[in-house]
């Protein structure tokens, strides 16, 4: 951890119309399992994720959606099992391309400006977006005095994601960024996210809205009490789920 | 028990006090601290004998009433110590006032207690008899530590300076490295103790009868002839005097 | 108890007097404690946070160390400075015995584990929230550490004042690396065990009221400061 | 230096002799200090929390004055203790000066300001999040001053070993109130007082690291019951 | 604050099927100003309730939905202005009547029951359910053991529901109470909100849900930038909504 992170410069989305071969891809994640104190959270779970485009994760509440992408950012330790990007295992150095946006944003205790500078000087190449750009494109720079942790709810999701994507990483995860961001800001971080999806960032998202994930995902991974139960392709999956929990997830009912 | 630090630190009350205890059955408890803090907790009731060394206290002490009467135990005298290179040169001389004028003349470093202890009372008064007023160069040949002897001894040590000690504190005294008692012997670095019982019609609480036992004790001849036994690196420490 | 109530008296007297000696001795005290405590917060600071933040093997052993060393009698502090600044001891040639500076350091050795141990309670607390998103940002601790340390900073103040009050207050060490020597090494605090010794229970008592009138204008400092830069960016 | 390796002999002597006197003077020390400690922690955590969670005018004053106090010099609270249960004082009949009890009280005074403004910012951090649920949940002072000393109470002590700290390594208090007599008050700081004042610098170090060993048991016996507890329901 | 509160028996849902007046309306908003640092965050706020039912709040990021439930619950001193309940102001008595469910869930850090035990405890006449009931309703009794705040974001959400309702209010405050909740979980906590609703609860609910605000809603007050732009029946708010803000909110274009 000692050495520093040389962040790329943003994919500049003008330019790289064409989606392009992510770098870190293939994922492979086999025979995962994580438990603590003897209950097991997330059991044998295997998954190959190669596509492009964007991930959904979708699962009931305490499925383990969050606990998996902690998992596959490093940020937890499996207990046994294995995870690849690019046939590489997790280093320091695959985890300098992923960025994650947290279900519950991590806000430092400065202004709303100084978030966001702690990003940037982090990266040693200036960024092609400023500070102020950056705000402005989540709407805040007229709050940019105002201490961080005292922005609204969904104004707080929105700096964590902006964060998030001034280190311009190659993987981006993101933990239901639009839980509580009004519908037409959650249009526009939806539109956002598709121009970032073209400038081949891969996505991995967990979203308990139906709606977002028929709009953005590509292919859909859905779970229940820690285990995979369906990967498939997202239009297959809202059409015809295989299983009963999905079936029931996707109507609404009760998943038992 | 409200003693001066040097007796304790001598030793003196550890060879005493199981012997007294023994013979009379009374269980003696010594607080050992500088002489003015034993007067005032005397003063305050908040010891039954006073022992100490500044005879001009303890008389005003019982003048107003304090204490009872006082009497005379001991004695021991004053030292001068200082480095072995002895840079004021006042080794061979028979004189306490000799010497202080020698190390005021050579500004030499002088290390005082600046407690008002019995020894540092002695010390300015040998000063005045001197005709010097050290204290206008305090901080800088003449430094005052406003500790106790033992830890002004340690300094001293340390600064290669003069101090005056006395001599039952300078023989038990644990790091003398290589400091030599260079002045002794004059009649004007005599050290009187004396004990008093403080005053049972100020103080209702206290142990008059213990208090009594133990001043008859030390005062007889038995007590006197242990204080002459007692012997530190074979040197004995004090001299009894009781009248 | 007429000590009580003339202290009170003595106290004030002291004060208005301005007294060329008090004076000394007040600025030698504050200059001893407030340069001991700054350098502390600046060796306690990262430390502590280090230890909070940090995983290595033999982690808990220092936490418990660290703790423990919140203990650390002055008198052996004195006693250790003394014995290696000594004239015999290896420092000695450094020839500061008896100075404010070898005050100075016994104080910073006194004060380290405590501004250290206390940061390290604080920063972990404050780290159990950030841990997360700075592993996520694979930040090095170069930056994590001050990162962490910047937003207890509000917190830190009342470990700082922890240590300043341990240092204004204390006599043993320095009274033996000191020496207590009157205009040179004399503080606040040795002078009260002194004027005690003495038996001048009423001064003894006068000049601890001013003591604590001294770290209560430190503290008001301190606090005044803090609420004027509170409202700004911090939540 | 040559004290300084034979302390180490000398400390290890001492502690496989099982000298009953040294005995007597660790346990007396431990005794004191722990049974101060405890009831520090009694009064100081709810104050400390009291004022953290109340507004009333005045908090300031009072959050000031209690950081200031953290800097009580020893020997001013011997003085004053000293004063009140000297037999000339206002509490003489209680007939408890130069006794354990007296050096109990002395250092509870000397801990209580320490553990309250340490109890206070640590309390008051975590208020800041608990706030608006309480007192939405309109919960009156006696549940919530409770529920936060409960909920912190993993953080608070480091605040109580910092407490102990202080108590085990003082000195000027108990020295006055306590006499350091032999067999009766004598502690471990006031022994190494002692042998410093004698002269005997290697034995003082030496006491002073079992004195240190000592912290360090405690140290680390508080530290293993944290650990065994801590995996039970806390995050 | 020092007396004690005593909770009314919860409602019993089955017993009072009817809608009984709520003895804690109307509420009455008047001229309400609340700002920090001379930034105007509530202004000039008129609202008169006496509705049954439940409000819903609506508008965009940072439009003051959270300030608002804070001000009539009393949590925040408002600059200007009058809140009565009643025709009572906001004391202690009022307030022992209302809970809240705040938009991040504050939960204490204990385990699962003794963060509902706090509550519990709280309410002298033993509420008509237990520990364990609450739990179960609420779908965490087999996590009751485990820290509340390891829990996951949906199931976190769910506790401070539970929690809330334990204390049996008159007046409910929710700030976005589902915004990380399952669909169907969702499903299933609205249909305990209606049953609450009609046991005579007045419900004020923050939502970013439109569908959920249109199945729940009977009226809704739409605010934007601290201001009230809306307040009128669910129905005529959602099919002719009158500003140009509130069309913009509902349609998911950007509110300006
Ligand atoms: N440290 C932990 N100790 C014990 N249980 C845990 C821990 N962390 C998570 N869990 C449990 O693991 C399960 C999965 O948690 P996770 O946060 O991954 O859920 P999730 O799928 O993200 O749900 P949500 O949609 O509510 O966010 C939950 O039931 C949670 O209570
Ligand atoms: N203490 C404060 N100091 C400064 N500004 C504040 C403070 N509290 C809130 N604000 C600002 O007031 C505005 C309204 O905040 P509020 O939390 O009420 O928004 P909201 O309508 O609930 O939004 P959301 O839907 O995102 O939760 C926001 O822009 C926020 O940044
Ligand atoms: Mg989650
Ligand atoms: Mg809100």
């Known amino acids: 951890m000692q050495q520093s992170m040389r962040c790329e410069p943003a994919p500049n989305i003008l330019l790289m119309p064409e989606t392009n071969q992510n770098s870190q891809l293939p994922l492979k994640v086999s025979e995962l399992c994580f438990s603590v104190a003897q209950k097991q959270l997330v059991s044998d779970f295997n998954l190959e994720l190669n596509t492009q485009g964007l991930t959904a994760i979708m699962g009931p509440n305490g499925a383990g959606k969050s606990l998996l992408l902690r998992l596959l950012h490093g940020l937890l330790q499996a207990d046994s099992g294995g995870i690849e990007w690019n046939r590489q295992s997790l280093d320091i150095k695959t985890r300098q391309a992923q960025a994650m946006v ?71 995860f993101l933990d239901e960024p639009t839980a509580s961001i009004d519908p037409s800001t959650t249009r526009q971080i939806e539109h956002w996210l598709e121009r970032i999806r073209e400038s081949g960032v891969k996505l991995i998202m967990v979203t308990h809205d139906i709606g977002q994930a028929r709009r953005l995902a590509s292919d859909v991974v859905f779970m229940h009490r820690g285990r995979l139960l369906e990967h498939t392709n997202a239009k297959v999956f809202f059409d015809t789920p295989k299983s009963s929990q999905a079936q029931a997830y996707l109507s609404g009912e009760l998943v038992v | ?47 039954d004998v006073l022992l100490v060394h500044a005879k001009a206290a303890e008389e005003k002490f019982i003048a107003e009433g304090y204490g009872v009467e006082r009497f005379d135990v001991m004695y021991n005298d004053f030292i001068f110590v200082g480095p072995p290179g002895d840079p004021a040169n006042i080794r061979n001389l028979r004189q306490a006032v000799g010497g202080l004028k020698k190390i005021a003349e050579s500004e030499s470093i002088f290390l005082s207690r600046g407690d008002n202890s019995g020894t540092h ?16 160069a305090s901080g800088t040949w003449y430094r005052e530590t406003g500790s106790g002897m033992g830890a002004t001894l340690n300094v001293a040590v340390e600064m290669n300076a003069y101090a005056m000690t006395d001599r039952g504190t300078w023989i038990s005294f644990g790091n003398r490295q290589d400091f030599e008692i260079l002045l002794s012997g004059d009649k004007d670095l005599f050290n009187q103790y004396g004990v008093m019982m403080v005053n049972p ?43 | ?37 700054v350098i502390a917060a600046i060796i306690g600071f990262p430390l502590g946070a280090s230890i909070a933040v940090m995983r290595f093997p033999g982690r808990q052993v220092v936490d418990i160390l660290l703790n423990a060393l919140m203990g650390l009698p002055p008198v052996v502090v004195g006693l250790l400075v003394y014995m290696m600044i000594s004239r015999a001891g290896p420092l000695g040639w450094l020839n500061i015995l008896y100075s404010p ?100 229970l009423a001064l003894a008592l006068a000049l601890g009221l001013v003591l604590l009138l001294l770290s209560l204008s430190i503290n008001a400092a301190v606090y005044a400061l803090r609420a004027s830069a509170k409202h700004l960016a911090y939540a």
Request: hydrophobic residues 45%; charged residues 20%; neutral net charge.
């Open chain 2, 1 to 47: 028990l409200q003693s001066t630090t040097s007796t304790a630190n001598s030793g003196l009350y550890d060879y005493l006090l199981p012997l007294f205890e023994k013979d009379t059955r009374v269980k003696v408890n010594v607080v050992a601290v500088g002489t003015g803090q034993a007067i005032k907790n005397a003063q305050n009731c908040d010891g």
């Open chain 2, 121 to 136: 009372k002695k010390e300015l008064s040998l000063w005045k008899y001197a005709g010097l007023d050290p204290v206008v």
């Open chain 2, 201 to 243: 019609e100020r103080c209702d609480k206290m142990n008059m009868q213990s208090a009594k036992t133990f001043i008859d004790w030390i005062l007889s001849d038995k007590g006197q002839g242990l204080i002459a036994n007692y012997q530190l690196q074979g040197q004995q420490l004090f001299f009894p005097n009781a009248k």
């Open chain 3, 101 to 200: 500076t070898a005050m100075i350091i016994a104080q910073i050795i006194l004060i380290v584990p405590i501004v250290a141990a206390l940061t390290r309670q604080l920063i972990e607390d404050l780290h159990r929230e950030y841990d997360e998103q700075f592993r996520s940002l694979c930040l090095p601790m170069s930056r994590v550490i001050p990162a962490l340390i910047w937003d207890a900073r509000y917190s830190l103040l009342t470990v700082v004042l922890a240590g300043f009050g341990r240092a204004i207050a204390e006599v043993g060490a320095v009274i033996i690396v000191g020496g207590n020597i009157n205009h040179l090494t004399r503080m606040m605090t040795t002078s009260i065990a002194l004027e005690t010794s003495k038996g001048n």
């Open chain 3, 1 to 37: 108890m007429q000590e009580f109530s003339s202290s009170f008296g003595l106290a004030f007297n002291l004060l208005i007097s301005f007294d060329a000696d008090l004076l000394e001795i007040i600025g030698l005290s504050l200059r001893v404690s407030l340069i001991a405590v």
């Open chain 1, 102 to 172: 947290f279900q519950k944003p991590v806000l430092l205790r400065r202004s709303v400006a100084a978030n966001i500078d702690f990003v940037l000087q982090h990266c040693q190449t200036t960024s092609r977006k400023s500070r102020r750009e950056i705000l402005e494109e989540a709407g805040l720079y007229e709050q940019h005095e105002q201490p961080a942790r005292l922005l609204s709810g969904g104004e707080q999701q929105r700096l964590a994601l902006a964060r998030a994507l001034a280190t311009a990483p190659k993987i981006l």
